[in-house]
């Protein structure tokens, strides 16, 4: 898009730039279209006439506070709750050292705002979330990817990535990790390797973020040892109620050493003042007044029913060739495809078939990705859920079948569709509804 302040934008802009999904929105969200492309909570079975009594009875009985400004790193009461939430995953911290964020979404901007020049390295699992590679690159910063399996971030990977870069004379800034129920390849990392990735962070010196926002939607109720409780000098968590209880309020908080707290309440105040401390202090209401680990398991429970759904629909239809990961918590399954079959480009031939998927190259940050895509089955029903594999699978196969003939894939433009106008522009994106 030209605009008249084109030649007044800092540099730094060049990295912003819109989700591919977001180019397919208006089209993927119409109701004949599954979409499988989106990170959405199920939120059906919040307690809402709950809620409302205690929106209500804050606005009555704390409103002067509520709905005022309160201190950049976030409520106290808040603060000292959300070390039960962390307990939970065997962390062991102090209120002091928590700093409240507009989602860990703003976390990771902090983060990467008070760490990253431009230029400056950070590695990440390849593939990785878009909105922390968006991050990433509106601070102008170079992602370098690390390997995962089915057991997460390979070790050996880690340490050859390290050293490559000690050998030219560069040095990480951090490495960011999902260790949990990952977003997007929905693998969780090993156990016995936890201590080995610390092991090898610490020996070159490199910071270890952890976001960590699905820890607790292990569908057997089952938790892993957060790094964070394993080093808490060397890692920097990022925890969230966006999955575990309401997405809309946008609270997520940061744990930090000293050193780095400090300087993140004053990037925060510098960001936004404070955070909202009227959704603050519903989330604490919520805390104290509600069963929220009975809420937790029913949103496992749920969750496990949609995974169950979707790897089911999956082997019954994808056609051969197709791989993927099998989740036991969280919300996403990882495909890879057969070799020729191009995600980003099907893309508008699977929403033209009414099935939405977010293509794999949204979470890399170096252009791979292209024969992978996401699945999600947090929001859709079981029924939609097979439904829409069932059209995916009608889409690859049809795919294979000019490829088979033609040895190249079908062509359609994005901007082809009815009903989208958006254009599709290259790079790292910012995250959209859709992709989170
Ligand atoms: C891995 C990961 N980190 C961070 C976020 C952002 O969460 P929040 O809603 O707390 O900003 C998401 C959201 O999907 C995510 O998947």
Known sequence: MTSAHNDRFASRTEGMTASEIRALFAVASRPEVVSLAGGMPNLAALPLDTLAAQVSELVAKDGLSALQYGSAQGIPLLREQILEV?????????????????????????????????????????????????????????????????????????????????TAGR????????????????????????????????????????????????????????????????????????????????????????????????????????????????????????????????????YRVRRDAMLSALSTYLPEGCRWTHPDGGFYVWVT???????????????????????GTGFYADGLGSRQLRLSYCYPTPERITEGVRRLAGVLNAELDVLRTFGTPARTSIRALPGSSVNVRRGPQSPSPDTT
């Open 337 to 359: 495809v057969p070799e020729g079959v191009d995600t980003k480009a099907m893309l508008p031939r699977a929403v033209s078939a009414r099935v939405a998927y977010a293509s």
């Open 171 to 302: 040095r990480a800034k951090f490495l960011y990790t999902i260790p949990n129920f990952h977003n997007p390849a929905g693998v969780t990392l090993a156990v016995s390797r936890r201590a080995e990735i610390l092991d090898i962070c610490r020996r070159y010196d490199v910071l270890v973020i952890e976001d960590n926002p699905y820890g607790l939607l292990g569908f057997d109720g089952q938790t892993y040892p957060s790094l964070r409780s394993m080093d808490p000098d060397n890692v920097i968590y990022l925890g969230s109620f966006s999955k575990t209880f309401a997405s809309g309020l946008r609270v997520g908080w940061a744990l930090a050493p000293p050193s780095v707290r400090d300087k993140l309440v004053l990037a925060a105040e510098s960001a936004i003042l404070c955070p909202p401390s009227f959704n603050q202090m519903m989330v604490s209401r919520y805390l104290a007044g509600h069963d929220w680990r009975g809420q937790i398991k029913s949103f496992q429970q749920t």
């Open 86 to 166: 962390m307990a939970e995953e065997g962390i062991r911290a102090h209120a002091d050292d928590v700093v409240v964020t507009v989602g860990s979404q703003m976390a990771l901007d902090l983060v990467t705002r008070l760490f990253c020049d431009p230029g400056d390295i950070v590695l990440a699992e390849g593939p990785s979330y878009v909105g922390a590679l968006g991050s990433f690159a509106a601070y102008q910063a170079q992602v370098v990817h690390v390997a995962m399996d089915d057991d997460g971030l390979q070790p050996a990977a880690l340490s050859q990535a390290l050293e490559a870069l000690a």
